[in-house]
């Protein structure tokens, strides 16, 4: 489990400057009083639309409270988690989205995904399968190229 004080605010501006440079539909929201963080960036993305990040290894470094929400956990439980366990059958990851995604990091262009399944964790410890749609879209930090992505939450998975 993370912690919102690890987030630091060069790693906010990285993702701030990628959402601007690849014009992702991001929209910052209302900062409370007493905010999560001491960095006024970071909060500016905390507080937005529903975004997360992982790191070259895959573990998310970002997720703010909307994009929590739709996963069913806190942002502290999604902070230091390999991305890929929101993701059913990931071992099934069809060759041609592992070479888009590639391809997405070389160009530096971001990728739209539609109705991906995802994992949604529930109050009991279940989970159950929902569908989103993402623009991941690459950014830059400490010297290495990641994907972030904005969510949208669509629904349950109904096979």
Same mark, same amino acid.
């Given at each position: 489990? #993370? @912690?919102? *004080?690890d987030i630091t605010e060069e790693l906010a501006i990285d993702l701030h400057t990628a959402i601007v440079r690849h014009k992702v539909d991001f929209a910052e929201g209302v900062i409370p009083e007493n905010p999560a963080s001491r960095y006024s960036r970071v909060n500016d993305l905390l507080? #937005?639309?529903?975004?997360?990040? &992982?790191?070259?290894? #895959?573990?998310? @470094?970002?997720?703010?409270?909307?994009? *929590?929400?739709?996963?069913?956990?806190?942002?502290? /439980?999604?902070?230091?988690?390999?991305?890929?366990?929101?993701?059913?059958?990931?071992? @099934?990851?069809?060759?041609?989205?592992? =070479?888009?995604?590639?391809?997405?990091? =070389?160009?530096?262009?971001?990728?739209?995904?539609?109705?991906? =399944? =995802?994992?949604?964790? /529930?109050?009991?410890?279940?989970?159950? /399968?929902?569908?989103?749609?993402?623009?991941?879209?690459?950014?830059? &930090?400490?010297?290495? +190229?990641? &994907? *972030? *992505?904005?969510?949208?939450? +669509? #629904?349950?998975?109904?096979?």
């Amino acid at each position: 489990m #993370g @912690n919102i *004080a690890d987030i630091t605010e060069e790693l906010a501006i990285d993702l701030h400057t990628a959402i601007v440079r690849h014009k992702v539909d991001f929209a910052e929201g209302v900062i409370p009083e007493n905010p999560a963080s001491r960095y006024s960036r970071v909060n500016d993305l905390l507080y #937005g639309t529903p975004l997360l990040s &992982h790191n070259k290894k #895959g573990i998310i @470094n970002f997720c703010n409270y909307e994009a *929590a929400k739709i996963f069913g956990r806190t942002v502290e /439980q999604m902070l230091d988690t390999p991305s890929v366990e929101l993701a059913p059958d990931v071992d @099934n990851i069809r060759e041609e989205r592992a =070479r888009a995604l590639d391809e997405s990091l =070389r160009q530096t262009k971001p990728l739209d995904l539609t109705n991906e =399944r =995802r994992w949604q964790w /529930q109050a009991d410890g279940s989970k159950r /399968q929902i569908l989103i749609d993402a623009c991941l879209f690459p950014y830059e &930090h400490q010297d290495f +190229k990641s &994907h *972030a *992505a904005s969510i949208r939450f +669509k #629904g349950d998975y109904q096979p």
